[in-house]
């Protein structure tokens, strides 16, 4: 299962400078994908093979310095609720503001294991400025530099050990399919069509920690985990920052699925923050299947699917190869369709294809095609394999790899479209030296 890391500081302490530090390794695999809005304040971060997801909170603050200060703590106790682990950033050269003593007070009511940073260590002499942090009345701090690193790896040995004994939530295999989205756009009310008046199908998980419900659904001849995750907290008490929240809220659904059920509105089409929860399901390598909900509000022309759905890929460019579903949850019009669809693009994410096949259909295709040559050589493509991760992922092995340029690389991810069913799916091609 994923986790969630969330790093809390009032303002200009150095949390977007350790984040980025932090992320800075899978900047890299992200920006493969062009045209993925790269979110500042939610990344991945990969130490010595354990991945975690990191959020930086101090992006989601807006208003002035004087409204700061309340928002900082919402999104203190939201980070709380919401992560697994906290790194509580200060700053060393500031020594302790009201305000750290303030967050101070909430983190330490908090269940979750919170690690306290003094930043802007950059110089041995300054390690004596940190002791005055043991005011805060928490463990001892971690002496870091996130400009300079400085630090850094031991803080990360310490997450990743606390993180790693985090058991596993669901043995059984089963794919899990969780229905992501903003806000108010319907999430509750389809996971109840999907599960509600037919609970007799439904049997409650056992074992199930953390705070989504994940509900095994053995119907229609389907077998498979709803994990909801979105009518869990009393409204009340997210009255407040929404954005945050729901991205936080999105994070944790998409971390713990195979399949992401993206609805959005058909009367608002898909917006920024649909876009971001795309962008989120595709760089966690999840399968997608997009359900445009509310399509019997909508006025019929003819053709009109059609042209909503170029609207949708148009944004979800470059990634186009995604089921989309005209549904409407209170007249349960096509829940089914959606449902299959989403077994289907598991057993996609899920395929393997065997090496001589590849080789055939692919060598063929880039004899037909070769890479365009780069200062006059000539880039030889010899050999592909699939590699054993998460979702597809193919090595192309070549003599200069680096001189495949990124039109090239969407042609040959089309072609792999073309002869094998990914439907639903983010793969990804790297290029290796033979």
């Known amino acids: 299962m994923g986790n969630i890391v969330a790093i809390v500081g009032r303002p200009n302490v150095g949390k977007s400078t350790l984040f980025n530090r932090l992320t800075k390794t899978r900047h890299a695999i992200v ?75 909430i983190l330490r009511k908090s269940k979750k294991q919170v690690y306290l940073m003094a930043n802007k260590v950059d110089t041995n002499e300054r390690i004596n400025l940190s002791h005055e942090f043991y005011a805060l009345g928490m463990d001892e701090p971690y002496c870091i530099s996130s400009i300079n690193g400085k630090g850094t790896g031991e803080l990360l040995d310490k997450v ?147 042209e909503y759905e170029a609207k949708i890929l148009k944004k979800t460019a470059p990634f186009t190869d995604i089921p989309i579903v005209f549904t409407s949850v209170p007249e349960k019009q096509r829940l089914l369709k959606a449902l299959e669809l989403a077994l289907k693009v598991n057993e996609n994410r899920t395929r393997k294809i065997k090496t001589n096949k590849l080789n055939n259909i692919m060598l063929e295709v880039i004899a037909k095609y070769p890479p365009p040559a780069l200062k006059g050589k000539y880039i030889k493509i010899k050999f592909i394999t699939q590699l054993p991760t998460y979702a597809p992922s193919f090595a192309f092995f070549c003599n200069l790899p680096q001189y495949v340029k990124e039109p090239y690389k969407r042609y040959l991810e089309n072609q792999m479209r073309k002869h094998f069913d990914f439907n639903g799916v983010p793969i990804q091609i790297f290029f290796r030296k033979k």
């Open 31 to 105: 920006d493969e994908q062009s045209g993925v809005t790269r979110d500042r304040h939610y990344g991945k971060v990969d130490w010595n093979g354990i991945e975690f997801s990191i959020i930086d909170t101090g992006g989601y603050v807006s208003g002035s310095d004087d409204m700061y200060e309340g928002e900082i703590r919402k999104q203190a106790r939201i980070a709380m609720e919401e992560s697994d682990l906290i790194l509580f950033m200060v700053d060393v050269t500031a020594g302790i503001t009201g305000l750290d003593q303030e967050l101070a007070r």
């Open 160 to 306: 990743v050990s606390s993180l790693k004994e985090k058991p596993e939530e669901d043995q059984s295999g089963l794919p899990r399919i969780t229905v992501v989205g903003r806000p108010n756009v319907g999430k509750s009310s389809l996971i109840n069509a999907l599960v509600g008046e037919d609970r007799n199908i439904v049997t409650p998980e056992a074992g199930t920690t953390r705070d989504s419900i994940n509900t095994r659904y053995t119907a229609f001849g389907h077998d498979f985990i709803l994990v909801d995750t979105a009518g869990l907290r009393k409204k009340a008490k997210v009255s407040e920052d929404v954005e945050f929240y729901s991205v936080m809220r999105s994070v944790r659904a998409i971390e713990n699925c195979d399949v992401c059920l993206l609805l959005i509105d058909a009367t608002e089409g898909m917006n920024a923050q649909d876009l971001n929860i795309f962008a989120l399901a595709e760089r966690n390598r999840k399968g997608i299947v997009v359900l445009v909900n509310k399509w019997d509000l909508m006025k019929k022309e003819t053709d009109s699917v059609k």
